[in-house]
């Protein structure tokens, strides 16, 4: 069975930092690129990070150089560190893994084939 589970969110203070991490089972991450996602309430989702089998990197405009995408195959795990986080990355975060090259489009959920449940990040004062 193929599951992605997402774990680390929680409620921190504006300027803290979380590592969320994303763990599968059922399959093995190297062969996939992995996205992270959010959704705030009343709002679409929207692409937040990705990365690639060979390691290339995406991030939204909004997060660069405070968000860091990595993995881990030999722990089956791709993290999202957050640091210096503002109110406005209150949302819940999903990963999900792409069996296709996504070319440039890597923000595009449609391109995804598996997803986790989410994991709410919540900063607030």
């Known amino acids: 069975q193929v599951q992605l589970v997402e774990s680390g969110g929680g409620l921190v203070q504006p300027g803290g930092s979380l590592r969320l991490s994303c763990a599968a089972s059922?399959?093995?991450?190297?062969?996939?690129?992995i996205g992270w996602f959010r959704q705030a309430p009343g709002q679409e989702r929207e692409g937040v990070s990705s990365i690639t089998v060979s390691y290339l990197t995406y991030y939204k405009d909004s997060v660069k150089g405070r968000f860091t995408i990595s993995r881990d195959n030999a722990k089956n795990t791709v993290y999202l560190q957050m640091n210096s986080l503002k109110p406005e990355d209150t949302a819940v975060y999903y990963c999900?893994?792409?069996?296709?090259?996504?070319?440039?489009?890597?923000?595009?959920?449609?391109?995804?084939?598996?997803w986790g449940q989410g994991t709410q990040v919540t900063v607030s004062s």
């Open positions: 059922g399959f093995t991450l190297d062969r996939y690129a």
């Open positions: 999900a893994a792409a069996t296709h090259s996504y070319g440039g489009s890597w923000y595009l959920p449609s391109l995804y084939d598996y």
